[in-house]
């Protein structure tokens, strides 16, 4: 089944406790994305990758990290995590990017 | 700056009211325009791709439609399983990040 996975579905976590959301996707997908959803503001894209070794920041990159070793992972690296990067986050997926993206299931983060 | 409105945030249907949701956008050129579908805390799940004035795209009780300013998501004799958030998005044309600019959503309630 062509899918968009992600890595814990759920996480508490204390303020500077560094963790990583994993994402996978099993559709050859060239372009991967980012995005947090926060209730009045919608999704908002925090990273993108083009391919392999090719990112670039979104509209809200500040505080997180990511990297695309491998054409179907695109890890989601909080190093120093505070209290308004609490949000549901979203992984999603495409060709190459102008076609249809498909999401995960979400991560829900609480940072306390 | 690229935006999109979607109306109304919130529509409360009898099973088999037919009704039409909104999507209005501006964009300075359109590459694609997307709608999906989004259960509470559950990743956004695909339903129509547009890409030119006068497209039409039906599956199931769903149809919708795309002129130069809006697009239409019409719905036909609702159930209560399409009870959900109903998201809008386009890709500008000329955007490298190939993001996805969102709408903040409309709530359809469909009560049996």
């Known amino acids: 089944e062509a899918q968009v996975t992600q890595n814990p579905r759920y996480l508490i976590t204390v303020t500077g406790k560094k963790l990583t959301v994993t994402c996978s996707q099993n559709m050859n997908h060239e372009y991967m994305s980012w995005y947090r959803q926060d209730p009045g503001l919608g999704l908002r894209q925090i990273y993108y990758?083009?391919?392999?070794?090719?990112?670039d920041k979104g509209d809200v990159p500040e505080g997180y990290k990511v990297s695309r070793k491998e054409k179907r992972n695109f890890p989601l690296i909080l190093e120093s995590p505070s209290p308004n990067q609490t949000s549901l986050y979203f992984c999603?997926?495409?060709?190459?990017?102008?076609?249809?993206?498909?999401f995960g299931p979400g991560t829900r983060l609480l940072v306390l | 700056e690229d935006q999109v409105t979607q109306s109304p945030e919130a529509l409360r249907l009898q099973e088999g009211e037919s009704s039409s949701l909104n999507c209005s956008y501006t964009?300075?050129?359109?590459?694609?325009l997307f709608w999906y579908r989004q259960d509470p805390g559950k990743g956004p799940e695909f339903l129509f791709t547009l890409y030119s004035a006068g497209e039409e795209k039906e599956k199931e009780r769903l149809k919708a439609t795309l002129t130069k300013k809006e697009s239409f998501l019409h719905i036909t004799a609702p159930k209560p399983e399409d009870s959900a958030t109903y998201l809008c998005a386009v890709i500008p044309m000329d955007t490298g990040r190939r993001a996805l600019t969102f709408g903040s959503g409309t709530r359809l309630q469909v009560q049996p």
């Open positions: 990758s083009m391919n392999v070794e090719v990112t």
């Open positions: 964009v300075s050129g359109l590459r694609g």
């Open positions: 999603a997926s495409s060709r190459q990017g102008w076609e249809t993206q498909y």
